[in-house]
């Protein structure tokens, strides 16, 4: 028996991927969309009616002429911020066929090249669809030819990629752009095996009424209420299951997407699921935990000699606490981060708590705070860094970097040392790396990132002169005091400020 196709749409921001959507199944969720852009994977079941369905001027089908079903395909409407990299390996993992949507008036961008290496290491197949053809300043050869330098042969440009010119504005090409994904997905073998009920989990997050939310696409089998559920982090019975469109439904056939209730933890985002009696499901729990751990690679080493940043991480549900976790662990702040704590739902005042004992800074997406959490927050001066748009909060986090990185410190490098010492007292030539070095200032004696030592300037010149400093890339000599010997190749640090 074969199942309905499930189709990831991706390519990079801003590019018409959700008006694509918005499109076919006649909403507006993009005008609703914190900054217009998807944050979190969406799922949605529309049925199409195949091409060249015979119709009278009411719509319904000639007499005479038996009416073909209309079919179904799911749609994941995966992320286009560079931020969500990881949200849309899940989406191509679990899809049929993917969409690489790319704009006629901006042509390839970073996260199109992203979306492209996350479909070819998936080996999902995929076809291209050229958006905004409508726009006034739409090259429509040109993107076709930085497809080409991306590796992308279009079929008449020397390869056998499918693509279909559309406008998710005005609806131009969007029928035939599903007659081709029917096309496509039905040279694909989606058959269906009944006995085995398993899915991918897309979005998972604790509701403060109803509980733990997640939702899924089903693959196999026919998921019921009732059924017991497991995937390598979570378990439970499921309690409730939602259509896409919000129904109420005691099953589902595969390739739905669906909200079910019942976990008794929040699962992981990308994380398989196996439903069906308790016994089975156990064990299929306890196969992928094995199999997770052995995954698991070892941990990733600071850089040394760098601040750390300790992180509290909040978010409303896994998958943008997930996006969170890879924008924080990417951004380059010039200083180490160490996530202290991360997890869904509102900020709470026990949150704020954990902040102020360990020091660190809370980093909100899409964040939620409660009355008494925001009172101690401002009372005990608490960082809190929030917003419900990924690339607002990554230039808040760029500009809080700046402000706590300590600045390099004033430096001179020993290039050579004069004459025997007497008693703590030496003569060493050196050239200021950054100034100003002043007479009569402190240093350390840093060796290989190491500190050995510390001094004092007794007597500083420049040109053979005394100085009372002396500036950066200038030489200077110094007549020092100082703990430990000073070495060719040392560098002393002068900590205090100008």
Do not use: C
């Not at 005008?31 to 049925?47: H, L, N, P, V, W």
């Not at 395909?73 to 849309?88: Q, V």
């Not at 439903?275 to 600071?302: H, I, W």
Request: glycine residues 8%; without cysteine.
């Amino acid at each position: 028996m074969r199942r309905p196709p499930i189709i990831a749409v991706m390519g990079h921001v801003d590019h018409g991927k959700t008006t694509l959507l918005d499109h076919i199944r006649k909403t507006n969720l993009a005008s609703r969309e914190a900054g217009g852009i998807t944050q979190t994977i969406g799922a949605y079941e529309i049925e199409v009616q195949p091409k060249g369905e015979p119709k009278s001027r009411d719509g319904e089908a000639n007499r005479g002429i038996p009416r073909q079903m209309p079919q179904k395909i799911t749609f994941i409407d995966t992320p286009g911020h560079e931020a969500f990299s990881n949200m849309r390996a899940h989406g191509a993992n679990i899809a049929d066929l993917a969409i690489l949507v790319v704009a006629a008036d901006d042509g390839v961008k970073p996260q199109t090249k992203e979306a492209l290496e996350t479909i070819l290491k998936s080996k999902t197949p995929y076809i291209v669809a050229i958006s905004k053809i409508d726009k006034n300043n739409a090259d429509i050869e040109k993107t076709k030819n930085d497809l080409l330098q991306l590796g992308v042969f279009l079929e008449g440009y020397g390869g056998n990629i499918s693509y279909h010119l559309i406008s998710a504005k005005t609806g131009e090409g969007v029928n035939e752009l599903l007659d081709l994904i029917l096309l496509a997905t039905e040279l694909e073998n989606l058959e269906i095996d009944n006995a085995a009920v398993s899915g991918v989990i897309i979005t998972s997050r604790m509701d403060p009424r109803r509980g733990i939310l997640s939702g899924v696409i089903l693959k196999n089998g026919i998921l019921k209420v009732g059924q017991y559920i497991a995937t390598a982090s979570a378990s439970g019975k499921i309690r409730s299951i939602e259509t896409s469109v919000g129904e109420k439904a005691n099953e589902i056939q595969p390739s739905s997407p669906a909200l079910i209730i019942g976990f008794d933890r929040i699962p992981d985002v990308g994380e398989e699921f196996a439903a069906g009696d308790e016994n089975a499901v156990a064990e299929f729990a306890k196969l992928a935990s094995m199999r997770e751990k052995a995954a698991v690679g070892p941990a990733a080493v600071s850089p040394e000699g760098q601040e750390i940043l300790n992180v509290i991480l909040k978010a409303d549900e896994t998958a943008s606490l997930e996006s969170l976790k890879n924008l924080i662990l990417k951004l380059p702040l010039g200083l180490t981060v160490k996530i202290i704590d991360q997890n869904v739902g509102d900020l709470t005042e026990n949150d704020v708590k954990r902040a102020i004992n360990t020091n660190s800074a809370i980093i909100g997406f899409k964040m939620k705070m409660d009355r008494a959490a925001a009172n101690l927050a401002s009372t005990q001066k608490a960082m809190i860094i929030e917003s419900p748009i990924i690339y607002e909060l990554e230039t808040a986090l760029k500009e809080y970097a700046k402000k706590i990185v300590p600045k390099e410190l004033r430096r001179l490098e020993v290039l050579a040392v004069f004459g025997d010492a007497k008693g703590k007292e030496r003569v060493v030539g050196g050239k200021v790396i950054l100034g100003p070095v002043k007479n009569q200032e402190s240093f350390e004696i840093w060796q290989d990132k190491k500190l050995i030592g510390r001094g004092k300037i007794k007597n500083l010149q420049s040109q053979h002169k005394d100085a009372a400093q002396v500036e950066t890339g200038v030489e200077a000599g110094l007549l020092v005091e100082s703990d430990e010997p000073i070495k060719v190749g040392h560098n002393l640090l002068f900590v205090n400020p100008v």
